[in-house]
């Protein structure tokens, strides 16, 4: 039994005692050691292995700490698992994609935060994995924050509508109403990172513009960020003529999950086709996201890791 002493900042102490200790004892399950907080004192109790990765996980910590980040359990779980995939906490948590109001938004595993700077860098992005992995957020995160510093002149949603087969004028409304459910995560997401009377202006303006797929066809997108949603539901031809929609000053992210794909089975998936042919392709980026990517709740891993063992086995 290792015993080990040290002490922390007053900032730090303050963030490991918030919410009735809940952070101190997340450190304690994540390194499986017993770990006492005494005012500014840590004591550490457990096997040398153990002591160690409570140290590692208590630094990182402490640096975000310093950086002006409130920590709870849900950081515990982020730096733990960016230590596992020998990452730099600091890296990933410390980057700030978009901020409004109460709400920070950024990446919280080491592929998210690859998927930020593919974003950020290449001209296509393709990122592709399970619910609950940030993909669509993400994305428009940094969609937002394109049109905010002026990178782009609008954003342009798009989504397949393969529920209604494309044909949306079975739905009652305006354009807006027909595609509103199936854009409403986008919109969900837009609405958290923008004041509501300013998306709706933006809407009105046609900065933000929404559209089924479907009315792609023979437009040039220039100076736009595209978020193309649901990919998987695309069909080989549709995705070919997505991807040549490409215009002058344009950043396209193409988001979807290819174990949730609704296409007839006799038909591939235009993601599953775009992400093998495209991939090396240079100025374009495909991220592969997998369940320690899921930042949801942690049963949402446990059904994905279920699902995927039951599809290696049928």
Not at 95 to 123: C, E, G, S
Not at 255 to 265: M, N, S
Request: proline share 3%.
């Amino acid at each position: 039994m290792t015993r080990a002493a040290f002490t922390v900042s007053d900032a730090f102490a303050r963030e490991l005692a918030s919410r009735e200790d809940a952070v101190l004892k997340a450190v304690a399950q994540a390194a499986t050691c017993k770990v006492y907080l005494r005012g500014d004192e840590v004591m550490l109790d457990g096997d040398d292995a153990q002591v160690g990765r409570a140290r590692t996980v208590l630094a990182e910590l402490g640096e975000l700490v310093d950086r002006g980040m409130p920590l709870e359990t849900q950081t515990v779980e982020a730096v733990t698992g960016v230590l596992s995939a020998e990452g730099h906490a600091g890296d990933v948590l410390g980057d700030v994609v978009w901020r409004h109001r109460t709400t920070t938004i950024r990446p919280r595993t080491l592929n998210q935060k690859r998927y930020v700077d593919a974003i950020r860098t290449a001209t296509m992005t393709f990122g592709c994995g399970p619910a609950g992995t940030g993909k669509t957020y993400l994305a428009m995160a940094l969609a937002v924050a394109a049109l905010e510093e002026r990178q782009v002149s609008r954003i342009i949603l798009t989504r397949p509508a393969v529920e209604a087969g494309e044909r949306l004028g079975f739905l009652p409304g305006d354009l807006m109403a027909k595609v509103d459910p199936y854009l409403r995560p986008l919109f969900d997401a837009l609405y958290d990172m923008m004041d509501g009377e300013r998306v709706t202006a933006l809407l009105e303006r046609g900065v933000v513009e929404v559209a089924p797929l479907a009315f792609m066809r023979g437009r040039t997108l220039n100076d736009a960020f595209i978020i193309l949603d649901e990919a998987q539901n695309t069909t080989r031809e549709q995705m070919r003529m997505f991807l040549t929609r490409l215009g002058m000053g344009s950043k396209v992210v193409v988001t979807g999950d290819p174990t949730q794909i609704d296409l007839p089975r006799d038909q591939r998936s235009g993601l599953v086709e775009a992400r093998d042919v495209l991939r090396g392709v240079e100025g374009i980026e495909v991220i592969d996201f997998d369940r320690a990517d899921v930042v949801r709740h942690q049963l949402v891993q446990r059904i994905v890791e279920a699902y995927r063992v039951s599809d290696e086995e049928s």
